[in-house]
């Protein structure tokens, strides 16, 4: 519990910074050198001046002023109107505003139609937006012992494929599953209520396509695999191995699978506290505040299918067993989505950081299915619960909730291509706890005694325990392209 608060305190003082930022003046308002032109009428002609908050710095650019635009008619309001001047030969900004939002500020709007690719405070049109990314993201796997050994052949059948042998080599497992880099996709769109951006709404939606491992083995008559585990039976209380290939004894296969998805999506509002916008640079910068839902979904499931045939010559010929276990995991995020956006724009380049948290419940289940089916020639076809990993008073359903967060922190930067066209490519890194994972369910340490004797029908019931709570974290890149309708 005390790290989790320290993990939130350090999202709330994140969120702290951003806040400070927005506050600070908006691109150097202390040394702001224009204020709103003044006019002049000298012999008939209509001469825009403008007026210098400090005078001896703008000399130069007043003497190389030029007029170039007549103005049919001389409007009385100085915030109408609209003035193109000419510095030094070159074409500075367009002063004109859009008076229904006003020139201050925190509610500046003043970019006018809709073919620009700045102000983010917000151009006349320009209220829907769509943008489209490709993501390429990593998942942290969870880890599982030893699932396949070998040995060299000739070792002994008492110690083949046994853990801590120096002659065993583990073929599959030990190390962790479903942290493979996986290719998604994630769709949003949004609208704003006014020109201005002040008030909109938005929703996202992304899949991480699922990511899969397997393996399959199988004997070649020659050589020896074995399925370690510790062994419960009190007459041995130390690692074992079920040898199902080895010559003379046993011939067959076994396959693991294993398999993960993650799906998100949520709505939300979006509210701007302060917009700050310096048209004659052509830079701009806001903050906006996110309030929402969000739903998050991650499912896995580990499966594992041995088949094994008996060779020594003590079971009935072409006695076959078949052992299946599967393990699947689904947790279910729903919560309540707060955060901090803030973006940053010049020319025709932009970026912008997020930090979101989301506070809910996680809804988790795990679901555990193990069967052992045996097949004797003339005598008997018959399936028992209990596989290997899974026994027969393991197998069922296991259900929990919790209460868990999620923070979230994304990094962007894009370029405008094309009017209301930008492409650009961002980073997001985000943590979710409490989760139910197959390895926590993947039971190694086993009654030897019971994989000796023939399969005997158990009783299915629930998981007699809950198992402890896990983690991940979900990270990596994504190359986007927005369009501002």
Not at 105 to 129: A, F, R
Not at 130 to 140: E, H, M
Not at 163 to 169: A, D, E, F, M, R
Not at 189 to 206: E, T
Request: charged share 15%; with cysteine; hydrophobic share 35%.
């Amino acid at each position: 519990m005390r790290t989790r608060m320290l993990r939130l305190c350090g999202w709330f003082v994140l969120a702290g910074l951003m806040l400070t930022i927005c506050q600070a003046p908006c691109f150097g308002q202390a040394q702001s050198l224009l204020t709103t032109p003044a006019i002049e009428w000298s012999d008939g002609t209509v001469v825009v001046s403008p007026v210098f908050e400090s005078e001896p710095a703008m000399s130069v650019l007043r003497a190389n002023y030029t007029p170039f635009v007549d103005v049919p008619s001389y409007p009385t309001d100085e915030t109408q109107y609209v003035a193109n001047y000419e510095v030094s030969g070159e074409t500075s900004c367009d002063t004109s505003c859009d008076t229904s939002c006003g020139m201050t500020c925190d509610t500046g709007c003043c970019k006018t139609g809709c073919g620009d690719c700045g102000s983010l405070c917000g151009p006349k049109c320009c209220c829907i937006w769509a943008r489209f990314d490709v993501l390429g993201w990593a998942v942290q796997g969870y880890s599982t012992p030893a699932l396949l050994t070998s040995s060299p052949a000739g070792t002994a059948q008492g110690s083949a494929g046994i853990l801590g042998n120096p002659q065993t080599t583990t073929l599959f497992g030990n190390r962790r599953f479903g942290n493979d880099l996986r290719l998604g996709a994630r769709l949003q769109a949004g609208y704003w209520f006014d020109p201005c951006r002040r008030v909109g709404v938005q929703g996202d939606f992304f899949s991480l396509g699922s990511a899969s491992n397997s393996g399959e083995f199988r004997s070649d008559r020659s050589n020896i695999l074995a399925r370690p585990f510790f062994n419960t039976d009190p007459d041995v209380n130390a690692q074992d191995a079920q040898i199902f290939a080895m010559p003379g004894l046993a011939e067959g296969f076994v396959r693991f699978d294993t398999s993960s998805r993650i799906v998100s999506a949520g709505p939300a509002l979006r509210f701007n506290l302060c917009c700050c916008q310096d048209q004659c640079s052509n830079r701009s910068r806001r903050t906006d505040f996110l309030l929402g839902y969000r739903y998050l979904g991650f499912q896995e499931e580990f499966a594992a299918r041995e088949v094994l045939r008996p060779t020594d010559g003590l079971f009935v010929a072409g006695t076959r067993y078949e052992l299946n276990d599967r393990i699947r995991t689904e947790n279910d995020f729903h919560g309540v989505e707060f955060g901090l956006n803030h973006m940053f724009h010049s020319g025709r380049w932009y970026w912008d950081v997020g930090t979101v948290l989301a506070v809910g419940q996680v809804r988790r289940v795990a679901e555990l299915a193990g069967s052992t089916r045996v097949t004797v020639p003339s005598i008997m076809d018959t399936t028992v619960p209990g596989g290997f990993f899974v026994g027969a008073n393991d197998i069922g359903r296991v259900v929990d909730n919790d209460i868990t967060a999620i923070p979230q922190v994304r990094a962007n930067i894009g370029y405008c291509i094309a009017n209301n066209w930008r492409l650009g490519v961002g980073y997001n890194f985000l943590y979710v706890g409490s989760l139910f994972r197959p390895n926590s369910f993947l039971n190694t340490s086993i009654d030897g005694s019971q994989l000796a004797r023939e399969p005997v029908i158990g009783t299915v019931v629930d998981h007699p325990t809950t198992p402890p709570k896990q983690s991940a974290y979900i990270h990596g890149l994504n190359v986007f392209l927005t369009y501002n309708f």
